[in-house]
């Protein structure tokens, strides 16, 4: 492999550290050696989400999340042999050192794991007016700004379509006969179900538009969030957990270009740290939801979905958060942010 060095990382890396590698690598994995180039773990995106959904800190030594036994081959054959028995993303091949002098991933590239059907229903809030987007909100409504060739819901919808999520619930208040015209000439044929506020319901409220609609799990979006990280492991993780509401959130890493000083009584310098990295989750818009939240709200009440989600936690239902990182999600709402997502979907 050429670019190896990518994939490569010493021990004394941190888990934000780490999971900026993975990012930049795009291929969910990193294998951590010693100073001399000895091969002593590796560490996946999904390692990283255990570690730190256990109670485990970004600023902790990666190694502590790690997995110290990796699958390693000796040979060149023995990479490809142990790649194409089973679902590995890239096999190491050390010497008699024990030194990774190699990576093995297929002879096509970094493989992707292919997407098991869901078949879950999707329900997308478009009802804003899309402020953070204005001008352009004042010719077309937020979910149909063009990135690339196509407006931002289609993106969005295209995503949940990959894991054979075709069944959409589309809340719209906003320009919604141009939204539903877009759809009506569109040359996909979408399973769409319209649901019109009369009046503005915020980021929740639009839910109540569809009690009794569903009996099962269902995903709820923003139209300006497009995620790309396993939708699988999101549901898995709901379910598991008996979640009534599972909220994404994206890990997002800052680096303060100052040095920062933390002080006590009477000025005394408590702690200096130089150009700190800060680490701290944020919503992405997206949300894994039970119908019973649904069924617990009143008709046409307007809400935010973050107050929902505390009249949940206040009922002593379960809601969680599933950690994604910041490079698996794309916030659409800006307008900075536009041609950026355009060059990482469609490249420069």
Known sequence: MDNMEQFLAKQNIT?????????????????????????????TDGDIRRYLLSGGRMTDSAYEAANKKPRFARTPD?????????NYIVIPVIDEKGKVVDLYSGEAGIKKKQRNPLNIPVVIN???KGTRLDPYTRVLPKPLIPVGELPIIEHIMQEYQTYS?????????YKKELMKAYFADNERNYNITWYDEIEPLGTGGGLSLLKGKFNS?????????????????????????GNVITMICAYKNINIPYGVV???????????KEKPLMSFLTNTGIYIVEPDVVDDMADGEAIGFPDIIERQRQKGKRVAVFPVSENDWMDMGQISELEKMRIKLYGE
């Open 15 to 43: 888990v934000s550290e780490a999971m900026q590698q993975i990012d930049k690598n795009a291929s969910g994995i990193l294998f951590l050696v010693n100073n001399d180039g000895k091969l002593i773990g590796c560490i």
């Open 78 to 86: 023995e990479a490809i042999s142990f790649y194409h028995k089973k």
């Open 126 to 128: 478009a009802g804003g």
């Open 165 to 173: 999520c075709d069944e959409f619930h589309i809340i719209v208040n």
């Open 217 to 241: 799990t269902f995903f709820f979006a923003n139209c300006d969030a497009l995620l790309t990280a396993n939708y699988e492991s999101m549901v898995k993780f709901h379910k598991e957990n």
């Open 262 to 272: 933390e002080i006590g009584t009477n000025g005394i310098i408590k702690e200096m």
